[in-house]
């Protein structure tokens, strides 16, 4: 008997697949990640090359090519990221009401308050890093940009920053804010707030959190120009999320 599979798809491979989602009919109830691509693959043979440098996120994790997944779990696969459905999504919140640090929205970002998320008596130091949609980029003219996000995973892989950054320089916070849909030019797609007891931490922490967003955060970037569009990923080589940072 036939099994069926269901899984997500986002950004330009959605686009280029001509569907949000795949339902594939299969005879088994689990395989290998590098098994269910090869199955995309042959679904979709002149698509191969993009299948084949994404990656699959099994409930909301990245999952590596011998990795084992089922097709009952929350399966989505994940073009590279540009690195900013359900706009405005948060995390459900921890009583110290942590997630609220770590944020996806429609609406403008006010620098402001993703800073006062991250500004302690005990810290010296603060800076805001403020990532802006601009017109010209190698020589051809942006005229917007549109974002889109895997919103669960997105905030939880922004949380996991957060955490990476407390374990790396003790006492640090972090609060990241990203937009979704239309940027038009000029405004802010991103704003990360970081703080610290002393400014050294806090320099590096805030140069490891976009660093660290690009790798791993599943937020895609459309540029729309005047004659085209065209969804952006990973622009530094090979893309790789499971992989730790070497920032």
């Known amino acids: 008997m036939m ?32 098994a269910l691509k090869a199955e995309l693959a042959a679904l979709y043979p002149e698509h191969e090359p993009l299948i084949g440098v994404s990656f699959l996120a099994r409930n909301q994790q990245y999952a590596s090519d011998n990795d084992t997944v089922g097709r009952g779990d929350e399966l989505a696969m994940l073009p ?32 402001d308050k993703v800073a006062s998320q991250v500004i302690v008596p005990a810290h010296g130091a603060s800076l805001v890093f403020v990532g802006t949609t601009r017109e010209w980029t190698h020589g051809k003219r942006t005229a917007r940009l549109e974002y889109e996000a895997y919103a669960p995973m997105a905030l939880r892989t922004m949380r996991q920053i957060g955490d990476e950054i407390g374990e790396r320089w003790p006492g ?6 990203h937009r979704t849909g239309i940027v038009d030019l000029a405004e802010a797609s991103v704003i990360i707030a970081v703080s610290a007891p002393h400014r050294d931490a806090c ?45």
């Open 3 to 34: 099994k069926r599979w269901t899984i997500h798809l986002f950004a330009g491979l959605a686009e280029r697949l001509g569907s949000h989602e795949i339902i594939l009919e299969l005879e088994s109830e689990a395989m290998t990640v590098k």
């Open 203 to 247: 320099y590096e922490a805030s140069r490891y959190a976009i660093e660290r967003l690009k790798q791993i955060v599943p937020i895609w970037k459309k540029e729309i120009w005047e004659d085209g569009s065209e969804w952006k990923g990973h622009q530094l080589g090979p893309w790789d999320p499971t992989t730790p940072s070497t920032v």
């Open 80 to 111: 590279p990221v540009s690195g900013g459905e359900d706009t405005g999504t948060a995390l459900e919140l921890d009583s110290d009401g942590v997630n609220e640090r770590y944020t996806l929205t429609d609406q403008p970002l006010e620098q």
């Open 172 to 177: 640090s916070l972090c609060a990241i804010a």
